[in-house]
């Protein structure tokens, strides 16, 4: 037993020693410098911060994959696009607040430079037209064009609901606030 533990002992040591040694012949032909150079040749995309600016349409039907919320993001070194939010579940009404799922879009024309899913909650209006808040949190799921960089980053937006008085009591109108990936 002694000598199966010593000769383990042995072989173990020889596996590191020639895994991790500059003779391996797996081992990549770079030295440290190479390796630092290679890490700073793309720094990551910094935060992308915008300003929204949408309204809620009362009419779309979230079946029939109509955008609930439009509108625009203006960010300050890309200019302004148009964004839009599809509803796509969620829990729905828990006391004074609004469970949501949805998509977004931020495109020009037909052309879709980003995309992504998130959750978030709305606090609900007791006194109509006083604001309320809203959060919510995604991911990017798609990037092209100038918005490549943000690709699988995560979204947070977050701002005030605007409330008009509807058949059916308080809905929402318009709404601000910041769009954020980190």
């Not at 994959?65 to 829990?91: A, C, M, N, Q, S």
Request: proline share 4%; net charge negative; hydrophobic share 40%.
């Amino acid at each position: 037993m002694k000598h199966l533990i010593i000769a383990i002992l042995f072989v173990g040591i020889a596996v590191f020693y020639f895994g991790c040694s500059d003779n391996s012949s797996s081992a990549p032909n770079l030295n440290q410098n190479d390796q630092v150079t290679a890490t700073l040749d793309k720094k990551p995309a910094p935060n992308l911060i915008g300003r929204l600016v949408l309204t809620f349409d009362s009419n779309a039907d979230p079946e029939k994959d109509e955008p609930v919320w439009v509108g625009t993001v203006t960010f300050e070194k890309l200019g302004t696009f148009d964004i839009r939010f599809f509803h796509t579940g969620g829990v729905g009404v828990i006391g004074q607040a609004n469970h949501f799922e949805e998509k977004f879009e931020i495109y020009e024309k037909d052309d879709v430079y980003l995309a992504g899913v998130d959750v978030g909650v709305v606090a609900l209006a007791n006194k109509v037209p006083e604001a309320t808040m809203y959060v919510m949190n995604g991911v990017v799921r798609e990037a092209k064009g100038d918005f490549v960089d943000w690709m699988d980053r995560n979204m947070l937006a977050s701002g005030n609901v605007y409330w008009i008085m509807g058949e059916k009591g308080p809905e929402p109108d318009t709404a601000d606030g910041l769009f954020q990936i980190n």
